[in-house]
């Protein structure tokens, strides 16, 4: 029984833009609030798509790691990272590229979405095929059970917990595991002892699954239990092996609803963004060159907001009297574009202040930044080094 923990990770590209904020940084705030979170640059990553040009991506690393802190992510509880400074995601990968079946990746969705996406990128590699598998590994090295994900990286997540599931079948059941299984039932006391045994006849005989809740409930009360006994202890409960890896469970997150400046979902592709630490003078002059409701020639002409991107970046920023304002001004030529919005502009600008603040400190002393990511690659190679130490056991690898 591991405990609780959140892992997430972006890839490096630079300076990040309010549909960041809002579709996923936002979140990680709230996270590191209620559960042990790790968020990484996934630099890796970055190289399944720019494997041929990757000398930008180290700048973008810093760049990104600083939006990060402007956002709010706090590294006194979050552990921040780079996903290549803990070489173990990259043993992982390979260890579970001996036993993961081919077709397990080539159906994954995305791999023939982005093939079609990118079709000016030469993308038949094997590092392309293998990204679910090394994000799988991500995943797992850090025994994570929890990954903020969107409906359409759900399947990212369900082929982690199938490898997983696979990897414990194949390797889980330890040289002696019964007799290390029955040491194990010794050690709960003659009371728990029996508890444990009755309960593992209630499931293993009847099929109770309450039977199985109650003795999870069991040992998560009894302190005084290594980890690897715990585990043992689980799996002789259920009549499996040791979980050496676990399976993640994922936290639906909502899609970003941040709307570009032409209306179409804000993304670097469509150079339509505003960027987190952007400077007031660009933002304010960004939103007013925006489109609003062709029909709306002159100033005195009546418009309809449904048709105007403005009116979507009002869904984000204004509050009911701002947008019932807008409302009626717009169908009634009672106000201007340029009125309309600067509401938006007041509202983008008041979100935008505290993360201007927040970075300053960290542009101003750059190696602090450095200094929280080391920090964040320590622990996190702690705890990958600690599921590696289990993998190779499991495996019949040595381990130095």
Not at 149 to 173: C, K, S, W
Not at 232 to 247: A, D, H, Q, S
Request: charged residues 25%; glycine residues 8%.
């Amino acid at each position: 029984m591991y405990a609780e923990r959140v892992l997430s990770g972006m890839r490096p590209t630079g300076s990040l833009h309010l549909g960041h904020y809002h579709g996923v940084l936002k979140n990680w705030v709230k996270l590191q609030h209620e559960y042990p979170c790790l968020f990484f640059v996934a630099d890796w990553h970055a190289l399944t798509t720019q494997y041929d040009d990757p000398h930008g991506i180290s700048q973008s690393t810093w760049e990104m790691v600083i939006d990060w802190l402007a956002a709010g992510v706090d590294p006194e509880k979050a552990s921040l990272f780079i996903q290549s400074q803990v070489p173990e995601h990259a043993e992982l990968h390979l260890l579970l590229s001996m036993m993961t079946p081919l077709g397990w990746l080539e159906r994954v969705p995305t791999y023939k979405d982005q093939q079609e996406k990118m079709s000016n990128k030469d993308l038949s590699t094997y590092g392309f095929l293998g990204y679910p598998l090394l994000m799988s590994a991500d995943i797992l090295i850090y025994r994570a059970d929890k990954v903020p994900v969107g409906e359409d990286q759900i399947p990212h997540v369900e082929i982690t917990r199938e490898l997983a599931r696979r990897f414990n079948h194949m390797y889980g059941r330890e040289p002696g595991y019964e007799e290390k299984a029955k040491e194990a039932v010794a050690k709960l006391g003659s009371k728990n002892k029996r508890t444990f045994e009755h309960l593992r006849t209630r499931f293993q005989q009847d099929g109770d699954k309450e039977a199985v809740a109650k003795g999870h409930t069991l040992l998560a009360e009894i302190p005084h239990l290594s980890v690897a006994d715990r585990e043992r202890l689980l799996g002789y409960l259920e009549g499996t092996g040791k979980m050496i890896l676990v399976e993640p469970g994922y936290l639906l997150t909502e899609a970003s609803k941040m709307p570009g400046l032409d209306g179409q979902k804000m993304s670097k592709s469509y150079n339509n963004t505003i960027t987190l630490r952007e400077d007031e003078a660009s933002v304010t002059q960004k939103i007013k060159r925006m489109p609003t409701d062709p029909s709306r020639v002159r100033r005195t002409d009546a418009g309809d907001p449904d048709k105007c991107p403005v009116w979507q970046l009002h869904q984000v920023y204004s509050d009911d009297a701002c947008k019932e304002w807008v409302q009626k001004g717009c169908r009634s030529a009672g106000i201007g574009c340029l009125e309309c919005k600067q509401p938006v502009i007041d509202g983008i600008l008041q979100e935008q202040a505290p993360m201007r603040e927040r970075a300053r400190t960290y542009i101003e002393n750059p190696s602090l930044v450095r200094e929280i990511i080391a920090e964040g690659n320590r622990k996190a190679g702690v705890l990958a080094r600690e599921t590696m130490r289990d993998v190779r056991e499991a495996m019949g690898l040595s381990y130095r």
